[in-house]
């Protein structure tokens, strides 16, 4: 198969919808792979490197869109990428169709088959595409959240694993699935006193178990967001209840009640954020103070770390290009239902229910629309 690899337009977005390890893997099943243009040169992958792992290197995204069978990409295409698009291409990248509708018109108006990254599932009721970008941004809320506490960024100066004589930060996190998990992880890494809220008492235990002592498990009630947030340093907002809006769990009211340069980072702002008082923010300007509290609330805090989320994303994307590419794009997804529920666009159908419903399209049953 030809597969495409363009440059990222988006603002800002310096991922790369494939490494050169990518790339070489996919040439060693037999592939030709096509990479824009210094695509990944702005985090050290440099066209000599795809090179090296056998891609060749196109000076136009119109060229690579024109001519491959597979687009690979990180996030959604932009109006002048779709409309390159054509019937009988795949394009496989995040999409999040539901609150985009003119991307949505235009893919369906391209005739090309769409799968999104974050509705692929795995056996366990998980989302692997969705998964390493969690992974990043839980891990990356206690680095943000470190940094901001420091007096310098508007924090009150502590640091979070104290010192011997010094007690160390209180960190609460609120939500434990992905991203709490990892931030729980850092922050016990660095030596804070964490305690971590879940409304899961089974994903209490599994963290309780897992980490053996070296946190406070507490079931999440509005008293305990307000107990444990007014005694806290730093907070990470981790909650998620799958497609709805994330839940205001700590109110103005708490937050006027917080220490004075106390750091809150909203990880959950991407859902409409899980505090009061969050807005969306972007890595330039990542922070605003509300009632003396720093708040961060980046909405894409994996592309800060471009170079690290490119690679985790790539490893989880690969098997499923290979497959894609080894088998076609039908025999892939009927091979595998996981991979079919990534399926949101084919052939001008929306094949997503949710997207279909919220959107006002009538949905097309995947493998109705796919064919025997
Ligand atoms: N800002 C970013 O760049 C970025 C990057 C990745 C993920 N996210 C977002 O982070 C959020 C969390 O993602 P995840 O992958 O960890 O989701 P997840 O489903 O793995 O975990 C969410 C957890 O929240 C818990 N929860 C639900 N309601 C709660 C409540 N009232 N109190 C306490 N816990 C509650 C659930 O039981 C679950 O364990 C999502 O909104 C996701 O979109 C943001």
Known sequence: MLIGVPKEIKNHEYRIGLTPAGVKELVMNGHQVMVENNGGAAIGFENDQYVAAGASIIDSAEEIFAKAEMIIKVKEPQPNECRMLRPGQLLFTYLH??????????????????????????????????????????????????????????????????VPGVAPAKVLVIGGGVVGTQAARMAVGMGADV?????????????DTEFDGRLRTVYSTADAVEQYAIEADLVVGAVLIPGAAAPKLLTRDIIGRMKKGAVVVDVAIDQGGCFETSKATTHQEPTYVVDDVVHYCVANMPGGVARTSTIALTNATLPFAVALANKGVKQALWDDEHLMN???????????????????????????????
């Open 342 to 372: 990534g399926l949101n666009v084919h052939a001008g159908k929306i094949t997503y229910k949710a997207v279909a419903d919220v959107l006002g399209y009538s949905f097309v049953e995947p493998k109705t629309a796919l064919g025997a």
């Open 97 to 162: 169709l539901a609150p985009d509708p003119q991307q949505t018109e235009l893919l369906v108006a391209s005739g090309c088959t769409a799968i999104a990254y974050e509705t692929v599932t795995d056996p366990r009721g998980g989302l692997p595409l969705l998964a390493p970008m969690s992974e990043v941004a839980g891990r990356m809320s206690i680095q943000a959240g470190a940094h901001h506490l420091e007096k310098a960024q508007g924090g009150l100066g502590a640091l979070l694993g104290g």
């Open 195 to 207: 305690t971590i809220l879940d409304r899961s008492l089974p994903r209490l235990r599994q963290l």
